[in-house]
């Protein structure tokens, strides 16, 4: 059965740290995949996409990897804030014409 | 600010009622898509409509329907609802093509919906 796992689901780490939280599908083929920030009682934002045929993307102190191989997208905030801290959720699209998201990893960071 | 406004923020419904959630997708966005994201969990997909026809549909019953306006706003209404129906319901917009219910195009949330049903 096709499955959207996030590697855990709380991530406490110290400010200036770099943050990185898992995504990893099985049975998809997604051509893109996507992540959003999601803080408490507010609708996802989103943040970047990473094509299949695209192996990083960056947007100032984000960056996500996209290994279809492995079937895993890693999503890396460096320099972490305080500001930073949020739910943090991936999407791909699914087999029955459907968006499908990971249930988020909920990031804290502390000063 | 996303753009897409949705209404009511907060409901509190009794089991067996019906309700309707609301939206108004971002300018120029033919595209709406309807969440339902139970606490803890990512967002299920409900259903999605482009140009006012259903575009695809998640696994959800027959009681969730949907409807989209000309000015591509659209509706969620649930029938006879259950306790398990208690969630935050998130509409989405977009500008797409309707051959792909993802076709890579940035996807704008509202702030949701969130239903108690008692």
Known sequence: SQKIEQNSEAL???????ATLTCNYTNYSPAYLQWYRQDPGRGPVFLLLIRENEKEKRKERLKVTFDTTLKQSLFHITA???????????????????????????????? | ETGVTQSPTHLIKTRGQQVTLRCSSQSGHNTVSWYQQALGQGPQFIFQYYREEENGRGNFPPRFSGLQFPNYSSELNVNALELDDSALYLCASSSGTGARIFSGNTIYFGEGSWLTVV
């Open chain 1, 12 to 18: 406490n780490i110290q400010e200036g740290k770099t």
């Open chain 1, 80 to 111: 972490s804030q305080p500001a930073d801290s949020a739910t943090y959720l991936c999407a791909l699209e699914g087999g029955g014409n459907d968006m499908r998201f990971g249930a988020g990893t909920r990031l804290t960071v502390k000063p």
